[in-house]
């Protein structure tokens, strides 16, 4: 059994110092194909099968996946401490308090990184929401970091579907972070529409159908790749895009995109000589930001633009003449001269004059 143990278990030695885990072993019960219910301690896995002792501290019997009951990742593994232990960090998330959040969320996959291999395991999702709580807080470069692990792997192979396109988008970020601009802005390209026909005449492509906080994460991230390359026009039509669309959904990123645009249009040579069109749109979004989050969070220097913008009013319309031949009100006399006398008979042979082609009805 040593032997087995040693041959199927020896990827775990390639696991970064970081990953290694503090528990040993964690209580489970499964659900066997044959062999009823046991309940036990889960000592270590991989993709074969799981490390499983019916005793703390006991000898581990190799069960593979398959003597457990369930397709694909939905084998009946009751893992019974999952509620426990990740209930303070899904706390501290659920508060915004990202940064503890990660702490939090990373102790648990550390600690619990021989539960790795194992299907619908939650060291696996607690590495997934250190990530997430990781990005929240802006921590891009620590980001790029875990995702290098090789743990973090599991979380597109071992969680279940509604995990993945969710770690695509963290990926996307990594490269943010690791000021990989050209590797994002390649990943960037398979999001956006081919540019033919008249989507030529566009300043930037246009993305695929994709969920509004999708294009708001993308629209965020190809502004950076615009700011890069000094395409600051570009950048700012995508961090407008941005706070439009993550308005509402992604108040976090809505206030990252508005700080990016304020500071692109502060830098505007117009701005500094005083072009009304050029204030008006920064007091627009400075107001804004202000309404939204507080003038205080602004820097010092962009609060004095935090005011309403004064909105020309368009000149009233000049009354229009009445058109010829248009009725007189009801009940107005007709002069004199126009009058007819009562039962006054048509000279006879008087021709009719032409009648005249009808007004057409205004729209």
Do not use: C, H
Not at 278 to 287: E, P
Not at 336 to 356: L, Q, T, Y
Request: no cysteine.
């Amino acid at each position: 059994m040593k032997t087995i143990t040693l041959t199927l278990f020896s990827g775990l030695a390639l696991l970064p110092a970081a990953l290694i885990g503090q528990v040993r072993e964690t209580p489970v019960t499964l659900g066997l194909v044959e062999g009823g219910n046991p309940q036990g301690y889960i000592q270590n896995s991989n993709n074969q099968g799981i490390l499983f002792a019916t005793t703390q501290g006991g000898q581990g019997q190799l069960v593979p996946f398959e003597r457990i009951r369930g397709e694909g990742l939905d084998k009946l593994i009751r893992y019974e401490e999952r509620n426990e232990v990740l209930g303070t960090p899904r706390a501290l998330f659920a508060a915004g308090k990202y940064d503890e959040a990660a702490t939090a969320f990373g102790k648990v996959a550390q600690d619990y990184a021989i539960l790795y291999s194992a299907p619908q395991n939650f060291a696996s999702e607690a590495l997934f929401y250190q990530m997430e709580s990781v990005k929240r807080a802006g921590k891009y470069s620590l980001l790029a970091s875990l995702v290098k692990f090789p743990a973090s792997a599991t979380i597109g192979t071992k969680l279940v579907e509604s995990y993945k396109r969710p770690f695509e988008f963290i990926k996307l970020w990594s490269l943010f972070g690791a000021n990989d601009i050209a590797g994002l802005k390649a990943a960037l390209e398979a999001y956006e529409e081919p540019v033919t026909g008249q989507a030529k005449l566009l300043k930037s492509p246009n993305f695929k159908q994709l969920p509004s906080k999708e294009i708001a994460q993308l629209s965020f991230l190809r502004a950076k790749v615009y700011e890069s390359e000094g395409a600051r026009d570009k950048a700012l039509e995508d961090y407008y895009r941005t706070f439009t669309l993550a308005n509402g959904n992604d108040i976090l990123l809505s206030k990252l995109a508005m700080g990016a645009a304020m500071l692109i249009q502060k830098e505007d040579p117009l701005l500094a000589s005083g072009n009304a069109a050029a204030l008006t749109q920064m007091q627009s979004i400075a107001y804004v930001f202000s309404k939204r989050f507080g003038k205080e969070t602004m820097p010092a220097d962009f609060q004095a633009y935090a005011v309403k913008p004064a909105v020309a009013k368009p000149a009233p319309a000049a009354e229009e003449a009445k058109p010829e031949g248009e009725a007189k009100p009801e009940g107005e006399a007709k002069p004199e001269s126009e009058a007819k006398p009562e039962g006054e008979a048509k000279p006879e042979g008087e021709a009719k004059p032409a009648e005249a082609p009808a007004e057409p009805k205004a729209e």
